[in-house]
C-alpha cells in the first residue's frame, strides 16, 4: 500500500511540474494573422535564450518588441545569434499582438539581405 501511495504522490508532482511548464509557454493565438504586416527598422537590442529569442527594433519612432523562433529552429535554418547584433537593419513579417501594444509574433525576418523563414 506504501509503494502505491508513493507512486500517486510522484504521478501528482510530476503532472504540476508539466502542467507549470505548459502554462509558463504562451500561445501563438495571441497574436492577429488577419493583421500581418513588414515592419522595417534597426535593431535595438537582443535577448537570445530559451524558449524565444526577443528582438527589439526601433521603427517609426516606436521600439517593438518581436518575438522570434525558438532558438534551435533559427540555428537549424541558418539564422544566428551574431547575425542579429544591434544596428542592423531588419524587416520582420510580423503579426501585432491582441492585447500589448508594440508585441509582435515574427513569420520571417530578412537581415543582411537574406530572408529567414521562422514560423513556415
Known sequence: MRIIATALAAMALAGVGISGAAWAHHGWESYDSAKQQKVTGTIAELKWEQPHAILWVNSGGKKLEIWLSPLQRM???????????????VTVDAQPHTQKVNEWK????????????LMR
Open 106 to 117: 515574427a513569420q520571417s525576418i530578412v537581415v543582411d539581405g537574406k530572408t529567414y523563414d
Open 75 to 89: 540555428v537549424d535554418r541558418g539564422l544566428t545569434k551574431d547575425a542579429l547584433s544591434a544596428g542592423k537593419s
